[in-house]
């Protein structure tokens, strides 16, 4: 009798244990897209999943206990966390510190004024760097800076500006200190000389960016503990702005596994605030098929590396360029690059390795003309193994066709598009004229059933703040106000997020796990400034997160929420840009 009773109790406090929420957040207007109009006003959180969502006073009566924390959502919009498909997060983390951001600055004076006051604190021998992540047309005078204002700004330290993919700046310090001359050349790249045979500073790429990324390598490189601390910062800049989860698209110069050590480092010490999956990208041209063939052997697709995160850190699989001579490079200063006449027969035997391994692998594509070449390739493949459910997909396909898109659709691909032509789209224009559908065309897409998710791919060309691709995918303009797509082309506001949720949760097979705010998903939220769902297009661009919730607990709070926030240690270096100017330029809440 007595161990019955007993049974009964423990059954008892198991059951009513089990009601009791970590976490809960009411009085909010909740977006569980789970179908578009579906709002609640409460969601309790137990152990990083969704315990149950429904009207506060319900959720608050039925899930609260005394160690319950709830917060106050105060009529708030609350989303899913914003999960970026195509995102370099690894490598910026390792350099985000060492640069200065132009991202969101209004005009170019004060962009220069920055350069300037960066300087005056730069310790000699220091670079100064500003990588990506801006244009002219975001700036009120609509050009970039001469060379001569960068010489004038900065005399006496080096500093290398790059713009998108297509060129970069060398002020006169620079080039001293690189020692650069008449005879210093790059592969695919143009070194600018004057009259007198002496490098202008200008550097452009041409049928590669070789000149630029080469020069950016041999610029001021972070030590190992200011790279801890970089990507912790590059971390903490996106989780305000709602960001939790990321797959890292690799890159060059990102080698394997030697650029991950910072990372999984700070990932078994249970530090990393968003979800990150990464993708592993072949850096030896002519020795691609070597690299995958020993990663194959000693990397695991899928094992979580985070100490305290569920599916934290993980590598997912190949890509975005498989091989070098695949590369579709997109530069819209210049023509479409075409292909190497070698390009199958390099990528074959890798596509075979991969779908033999039943490794999910994505591929770089601007153009259709490269993805019919590439289609061919898995076309081939797939008839001897088949890719039967293998997790795979395209890389930006700006111009694909709806023929090749239904090839895709066949072979149960997806496509992860970004919002590059944000940043490009006058440069496309000027270069093929007036498009008359939607690049890339996401529509299309979603309208054939292929999975499709949404990325920033920064923070080279764009920039990392995900308000601005929805600006984007809202109005269809680019960040100069150029109407580029056709307006009937634009996305509607659930579209567009669900895309960045849930759409983006595909690409690493989570989609029943993520971008839902829905029982038993994971428990990654924000609550937002404004309300995405009501307020003007072009405002939009100005949310941000006051709460960020990973896994159930908050880890970035502003505002009056700021009590909540996480603790962060302080900048390094001293002199770093971010320390006086954080990343995205714009007042915070």
Known sequence: MKTILLVILILGYQICFAQTADLIVTNGKIATMSKAGEF?????????????????AQIISKYKSGQTKVIDAKGRTVVPGINDSHIHIIREGLHYNSELRWDGVKTLARAMQMLKEQAARTPEGVWIKVIGGWNEFQFQEKRQPTLAEINEAVPDKPVFITYLYGKAFLNKKGIQVLGYDS????????VELDQEGNPTGMLFAKETPKAIYTTLGLTTKLSYEERLNSTLQYYRELNRFGITSAADAAGGSQNYPSDYAVALQLAKEGKLNIRTSYFLFAQHKGHELEDYQKWIQTAVPNKNDHMLLPNGYDMEGAGEN????????????????ILSDEMEADLEPVIRLLVKNRWPFRLHATYGES???MLAVFEKVDKEIPFKGLRWFFDHAE?????QLARVRKLGGGVAVQFRMYYQGELYDRLYGKTDRQLPPIKKMLSMGIPVGMGTDATRISTFNPWMALHWLLTGQTIGGLQFWPKDQVLDRFTALHIYTSGSAWFTGEEKLKGQIAKGMYADMAVLTDDYFSVKPDDVRNIE????IVNGKVIYAAGEYKALDAAMPDVIPAWSPVKFYGGYQKSRP
């Open 545 to 548: 997160s006051l709460v960020t």
């Open 183 to 190: 005879k210093t050349t790059y592969e695919g790249s143009l």
């Open 322 to 337: 498989l091989v070098a001579t695949a590369a579709d490079f997109e530069n819209f200063l210049e023509p479409r690059t």
């Open 399 to 403: 111009t694909i066709t709806d023929e």
């Open 40 to 56: 609640v006003q409460a969601v309790a959180i137990r152990e990083g999943i969704v315990l149950d969502t429904g009207p506060s």
């Open 371 to 373: 993805i019919e070449r």
